[in-house]
């Protein structure tokens, strides 16, 4: 299943126009972080016309890493490269990947930033890939939901027509979005409680940019338990604060 997350929407049209062009190419699981207008409001559900169901079903959520919990691949969206490492993807390498992903069971979230500012970096860092439509660079930012739009007809087009990029697991399968946040939380204890930062000033970029090296390499289960195991050998000579002890 593809999951669109929408961080923190600001125009009732634009929740319309999105659930609208998602019933258009068959998605059904929309999710709503911090919206900034009622999902019931009048001009959202007239904008939807007969997709209004998706608005008056889409679950509200108050935070990324709630929404995108049970989800295995997960994927930014932005009109511009940012400053951080990572692979982008257009929304046709995209949909040949998530068709893939389908086939295994696997769940699929995309998440769409506000429409003045697109997603913090920190949203970004957070997600796998991240989706560029590619677009005129003197004029890159689209319309939320001819974002959502463009990125859902490659899916359903490449539903019919499957090629493409295989992520094989093996014996194991990749780890879902809440063991990578809850190893990305232990991770951050045990850096804190090293005194890692030494500059607490530097903390925000430099986890920010540790976030993205681990969130770009698609963590499969066993490899999470045998960076667990490691850090706890590596830091075997530091006691443990009690405030991280599980
Ligand atoms: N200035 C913002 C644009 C916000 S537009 C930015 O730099 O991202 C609102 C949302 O639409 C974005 O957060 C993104 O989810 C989507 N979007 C707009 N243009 C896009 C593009 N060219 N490629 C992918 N997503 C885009």
């Known amino acids: 299943m593809l999951v669109v997350i929408l961080v923190e929407t600001q125009l009732p049209e634009n929740l319309g126009a999105v659930a609208r062009v998602m019933a258009n190419f068959g998605l059904t ?8 207008v009622d999902p019931f409001d ?4 007239a904008t ?19 929404a995108i919990t049970d989800l295995h691949y997960i994927f930014g969206t932005s009109a511009c490269q940012r400053d951080m490492i990572k692979i982008y993807e257009t929304p046709r390498s995209f949909a040949a990947f998530a068709t893939h992903a389908l086939k295994s069971q696997s769940l699929t979230g995309v998440v769409f930033g506000p429409e003045r500012t697109g997603l913090t970096n920190d949203d970004l860092a957070r997600c796998e890939r991240i989706i560029q439509v590619p677009v005129d660079p003197n004029f890159s930012s689209l319309n939320l939901a ?27 399968k990749k780890a879902d979005q809440k063991q990578i946040g809850q190893f990305l939380h232990f991770l951050e204890k045990n850096l804190d ?24 390499t698609n963590l499969t289960e066993q490899e999470i338990q045998t960076l667990y195991g490691m850090i706890t050998s590596l830091r075997g000579w530091v006691p443990i604060k009690e405030s991280n002890k599980q």
């Not at 699981?29 to 900034?36: A, K, N, T």
């Not at 009048?42 to 559900?45: G, H, I, Q, S, V």
């Open 146 to 172: 001819q974002a959502v739009g463009m990125i859902s007809y490659e899916f359903y087009q490449a539903k019919t027509s499957p090629f493409g990029c295989t992520f094989k697991v093996g014996q194991t």
């Open 193 to 216: 409680d090293v005194n890692f930062w030494r500059v607490a000033s530097k903390k925000p970029v430099m986890w920010r940019n540790l976030q993205s090296l681990w969130t770009r």
């Open 42 to 45: 009048p001009k959202a559900l």
């Open 48 to 66: 939807a016309v007969g997709a209004a169901k998706l608005l008056r079903q889409a679950r509200v959520i108050s935070c990324l890493e709630e």
């Open 29 to 36: 699981e929309l999710r709503l972080v911090r919206p900034q």
